[in-house]
């Protein structure tokens, strides 16, 4: 069974900087590209930040496009979501997504339970 | 960037009611399109792929059709575990969603 476990999320001032990370177990890691997905209190869905299954390739919202750095390592079976330039509008609950496939992106067929990051003074 | 708009952003729907929710791409995205469902609390599930394909376990009373710019996904014969949100996501550009269709109880 797939899971996916999210940590790292917290209170932050607003330009201040977190890193989440996402454990992956019960599949091949490497095989599959990773997304991150937002959702701000009462929201929907924003999607945030992916990267194929090799690390190759990354791709961002334009709302954090060079705030936000995504990246993975296959040895630990992590993914990693650097923020940093934090505001307030990025408060949200934040979703490890893994896709179906190992190009970005085609559809997320299993979710994490999320992380809570707040951006507040 | 390719913006999706979903319409209702809510209904009220009695158990067996037919459902239908419609979601419009502002450009083509082809095949790249996608419907989940969340509910309170919880984190999104895959409901279809690819427009119509159903992922594995949902229920045969859902539906999903549409080409090109408008899709639908339809419920036949809502039950109780179906009220819910939905989502709709294109992936031919990145991944944006829709913001979403709250189903509540009439």
């Known amino acids: 069974e797939v899971h996916l476990l999210e940590s790292g999320g917290g209170l932050v001032q607003p330009g201040g900087s977190l890193r989440l990370s996402c454990v992956g177990s019960?599949?091949?890691?490497?095989?599959?590209?990773m997304s991150w997905v937002r959702q701000a209190p009462g929201k929907g869905l924003e999607w945030v930040a992916g990267i194929s299954s090799s690390g190759a390739l990354t791709f961002y919202a334009d709302s954090v496009k060079g705030r936000f750095t995504i990246s993975r390592d296959k040895s630990i079976n992590t993914l990693y979501l650097q923020m940093n330039s934090l505001r307030a509008d990025d408060t949200a609950l934040y979703y490890c997504?893994?896709?179906?496939?190992?190009?970005?992106?085609?559809?997320?067929?299993?979710w994490g339970q999320g992380t809570l990051v707040t951006v507040s003074s | 960037d390719i913006q999706m708009t979903q319409s209702p952003s809510s209904l009220s729907a009695s158990v067996g009611d037919r459902v239908t929710i419609t979601c419009r791409a502002s450009q083509s995205i082809s095949t790249y399109f996608n419907w989940y469902q969340q509910k309170p609390g919880k984190a999104p599930i895959i409901l279809i792929h690819s427009v119509s394909i159903l992922q594995s376990g949902v229920p045969s009373r859902f539906s999903g059709s549409g080409s090109g710019t408008e899709f639908t996904l339809t419920i036949n014969g809502l039950q109780p575990e179906d009220f819910a949100t939905y989502y709709c996501q294109q992936t031919y550009d990145l991944g944006s969603f829709g913001q979403g269709t709250k189903v509540e109880i009439k």
């Open positions: 997504a893994k896709d179906w496939s190992a190009r970005t992106m085609y559809y997320f067929d299993s």
């Open positions: 019960g599949f091949t890691f490497s095989s599959y590209a």
